[in-house]
C-alpha cells in the first residue's frame, strides 16, 4: 500500500513537473517497451515457471543443489536479458516506429523517445533480476523485502523528476535516468537479504540443466496467457502514438487512477480465492467450490459497481485534485477526464475477468481464459478503429472496457453452461439491493458534487477538501443503503 501511494505522489509530481505533451509522451513510450517486456518475461511468465520448481527443490534437495540451480537460471536469464538490452539499444529507431509508429511523424517525439529508450534499456536487466530475486525471496519465507522493493523505484523517480529534471535542457530525460537508477537501487537493495539465507551466486549460465530446461518449458503456454493482456497495451499505445501530442499522457493518467480499484478489489479478490476454489476443484467438493465463488462474485460486485460509478461521476474533480496543477493544463484536465470516464465503464469488467479467470486456473485449465482474452484482444482492436475517430483518445478507452465486458461475458457464460459455476439462492434479492444502493448513492453524488468550472479555479486544499467530502459522503450512503436493504457483513464471510 505504501508503495501504491507514493506512486500516485510520484504522478501528482510528474503531471506538476512536466504536464501533457509530446517530451512526457515520448518518455511514457521509452518506458511502456522496457516494462513490457519485464512483465512478459520476468514477472510473469518466468516467475510463473521458475517458483513452482525452486519451491520443489527447496523441500526435496540440498541448500547446495539450490544454489546451483539459482547460479544456472540467473545466468541464462542474464544472457537472455544482456542480448534483449543491446537489440533495445541498437534497435531503438526501429522499436519506436514500430510500437509508436505516428511518433515518426513527429520529429521531436521520435527523436526524443528513441534517445530515452536507448538510456532505459538496461533498466529491464536490472529490475528483471529483482523480480528474480524476490521470488527466492518469496520462496524462503522473507515476503517483505519484495514488498517494499517497489518503493525504492518511487522513490527514485520522485527525485529524478524534483532535483534532476531542472539541470536537463529537456526535463523529462531525467526521468529516463531515474528509471535506470531505480532498477540498479531495487537490484542492490536486495542482494544483502539473499546474502543473509546464504542464496546470493554468481551467475553461471547452463543451458543443459534439466532443471533450467523445465522452467524454459513451463514458461512458454504462459508465456502467451501473459502476453495477451500486455499485447493490449501495445496495440493501444499503437494507435494513441497517431493521435494529437498529449494523448498518450492523458491515457497514462487516467489509466493510472482507474487501475488502483482494480489492483486492491480485483486482484485482491482473485488472490484470495484461488486456494479455496483449487481446493474444492482438487478435492471434487462441488458445493463448497459454488460457494466460494458465489461468495467472490457478490463481494466483486458489491463493490466493483460503486467503484465503477464513483470514478465516472468524480472523474474530473479527480484529475483535477491529483494532477491539474503547474505545467498540467486545464485543457489537460479535461482530456485526462474524458479518457477516465470512458475507463470507469469498464472497471467492473475488469475486475470480473480477474475472478473468473481464478475459476479456470484453480482447475488447471488455463487455455480457456487465454483464448478468451486473445478474441478479447482483437474485438479491442476492431473497436479501436471504430472509436478513434469520433472519440479520439478517449474512443480507445472506450474500446478497452466494451472488450473488458466481452472477455466478462465469455468466461461467465462458458462456466455457467459447462456446470464450472452454478449460482446459489438469493440473485435477485442482492441485484435489487444493489441497484437500489447505487442509485440512492448516484442521487446523492449528483447534488452533493460541485460544478467542474469550480473544481478548475479552486486552489488544492479546498479541491482536496471538497473531494474528500464527496468520496467519504457517498460511501456513507451507499453503505447506509445496503444496511437498510438487509445486507449485512455476516452474508459475506467464505
Known amino acids: 500500500m505504501l508503495s501504491r501511494i507514493l506512486g500516485f505522489v510520484r504522478d501528482m509530481i510528474w503531471a506538476q513537473a512536466f504536464g501533457a505533451g509530446p517530451a512526457f509522451d515520448a518518455f511514457i ?147 529516463a535516468w531515474g528509471l535506470l537508477a531505480a532498477g540498479i537501487a531495487q537490484f542492490f537493495f536486495q542482494l544483502p537479504f539473499l546474502w543473509q539465507k546464504r542464496l546470493l551466486v554468481m551467475p553461471n549460465p547452463r543451458l543443459h540443466d534439466p532443471d533450467v530446461r523445465r522452467v524454459l518449458k513451463l514458461m512458454v503456454p504462459a508465456l502467451f496467457g501473459v502476453s495477451v493482456a500486455q499485447l493490449s497495451v501495445l496495440i493501444d499505445t499503437v494507435f494513441a502514438s497517431f493521435l494529437p501530442k498529449g494523448s498518450v499522457t492523458w491515457l497514462y493518467f487516467s489509466e493510472r487512477l482507474m487501475n488502483f480499484p482494480l489492483g486492491v478489489f480485483g486482484v485482491g479478490i482473485a488472490t484470495v480465492i484461488l486456494p479455496y476454489l483449487s481446493r474444492g476443484a482438487a478435492s471434487q467438493d462441488q458445493e463448497r467450490y459454488n460457494q466460494t465463488f458465489d461468495w467472490a462474485l457478490r463481494l466483486l460486485l458489491l463493490i466493483g459497481v460503486p467503484s465503477s460509478i464513483g470514478l465516472l461521476m468524480l472523474a474530473g474533480p479527480m484529475i483535477a485534485t491529483l494532477f491539474g496543477h503547474g505545467k498540467f493544463t486545464h485543457h489537460d484536465v479535461l482530456m485526462s477526464t474524458r479518457s477516465l470516464m470512458a475507463f470507469a465503464v469498464g472497471v467492473q469488467a475488469f475486475m470480473l475477468v480477474k475472478v473468473l479467470a481464478s475459476a479456470f486456473y484453480a482447475r488447471q485449465n488455463i487455455k480457456f481464459p487465454v483464448k478468451v482474452a486473445a478474441f478479447s484482444m482483437l474485438c479491442n482492436m476492431g473497436l479501436n478503429f471504430a472509436l478513434i475517430g469520433p472519440l479520439a483518445h478517449a474512443g480507445l478507452a472506450l474500446a478497452t472496457s466494451i472488450s473488458g465486458f466481452i472477455n466478462a461475458g465469455c468466461l461467465l457464460v462458458f462456466a455457467l453452461k459447462r456446470g464450472i459455476y452454478t449460482p446459489q439462492a438469493g440473485w435477485a434479492k442482492f441485484f435489487l439491493q444493489l441497484f437500489v444502493a447505487n442509485a440512492i448513492m448516484i442521487a446523492a453524488l449528483f447534488f452533493l458534487t460541485p460544478a467542474m468550472s469550480q473544481w478548475l479555479v479552486w486552489h488544492w486544499p479546498a479541491q482536496a477538501e471538497h473531494l474528500t467530502e464527496c468520496v467519504f459522503a457517498a460511501l456513507f450512503i451507499y453503505g447506509l443503503a445496503l444496511f437498510l436493504s438487509g445486507v449485512r457483513l455476516r452474508h459475506f464471510r467464505v
Open 29 to 175: 513510450i521509452a518506458f511502456r517497451l522496457p516494462n513490457f517486456m519485464r512483465r512478459l518475461f520476468a514477472e510473469g511468465a518466468f516467475a510463473q515457471a521458475f517458483v513452482p520448481v525452486l519451491a520443489e527443490k527447496q523441500t526435496k534437495t540440498s541448500l547446495d543443489d539450490v544454489k546451483t540451480f539459482i547460479s544456472h537460471m540467473s545466468g541464462v536469464l542474464t544472457v537472455a536479458l544482456v542480448i534483449t538490452v543491446i537489440i533495445f539499444f541498437f534497435c531503438a529507431p526501429l522499436l519506436i516506429s514500430l510500437f509508436a509508429p505516428g511518433f515518426h511523424w513527429d520529429g521531436v517525439r521520435y527523436e526524443l523517445s528513441t534517445h530515452m529508450l536507448r538510456v532505459t534499456a538496461p533498466y529491464l536487466l536490472f529490475i528483471s533480476l529483482v523480480a528474480l530475486s524476490g521470488a527466492v525471496l518469496n520462496t524462503y519465507g522473507n515476503y517483505g523485502i519484495p514488498s517494499f522493493t517497489p518503493v525504492l523505484f518511487n522513490v527514485c523517480l520522485i527525485l529524478a523528476a524534483v532535483y534532476l529534471g531542472p539541470h536537463f535542457a529537456i526535463p523529462v530525460e531525467a526521468l
